[in-house]
């Protein structure tokens, strides 16, 4: 429907429409970056300045398989910093100890650049 209505007027007149239908949940919309998860955040924080990536290292798994617990460790060599996670799959344990780093950081290195 935006497609036709630009193609038979412009622009304008399509972007109009966008916030005539969709205005009111545009405007509450979270900011971009925290619809990323901690990771790519992370990642981008650092890549976005010309820094190294962080390196994750898994340093234990325990339990049986069906209800294992993984423990990674995050670290950012140029600042020193290195935070663990703790979780019941060894992604979310990337994410815990990559949203720990993230909060060690300066908080102008927060905001992706």
Same mark, same amino acid.
């Given at each position: 429907?935006?497609?036709?209505?630009?193609? @038979?007027?412009?622009?304008?007149?399509?972007? /109009?429409?966008?916030? =005539?239908? %969709? *205005?009111?949940?545009?405007?509450? $919309?979270?900011?971009?970056?925290?619809?990323? @998860?901690?990771?790519?955040?992370?990642?981008? /924080?650092?890549?976005? =300045?010309? %820094? *190294?990536?962080?390196?994750?290292? $898994?340093?234990?798994?325990?339990?049986?398989?069906?209800?294992?617990?993984?423990?990674?460790?995050?670290?950012?060599?140029?600042?020193?910093?290195?935070?663990?996670?703790?979780?019941?799959?060894?992604?979310?344990?990337?994410?815990?100890?990559?949203?720990?780093?993230?909060?060690?950081?300066?908080?102008?290195?927060?905001?992706?650049?």
């Amino acid at each position: 429907m935006v497609g036709a209505i630009f193609l @038979d007027s412009n622009f304008e007149a399509a972007a /109009a429409a966008v916030v =005539r239908i %969709l *205005g009111g949940r545009l405007e509450t $919309l979270p900011p971009a970056e925290t619809l990323k @998860d901690a990771k790519t955040r992370l990642q981008e /924080a650092l890549q976005g =300045r010309g %820094l *190294g990536l962080p390196v994750y290292v $898994l340093t234990a798994a325990a339990g049986e398989p069906h209800s294992q617990s993984f423990t990674v460790t995050c670290e950012v060599p140029t600042f020193g910093l290195v935070a663990v996670g703790e979780a019941g799959s060894r992604r979310r344990a990337e994410q815990l100890a990559a949203r720990k780093v993230l909060d060690l950081l300066p908080p102008e290195m927060r905001k992706s650049p």
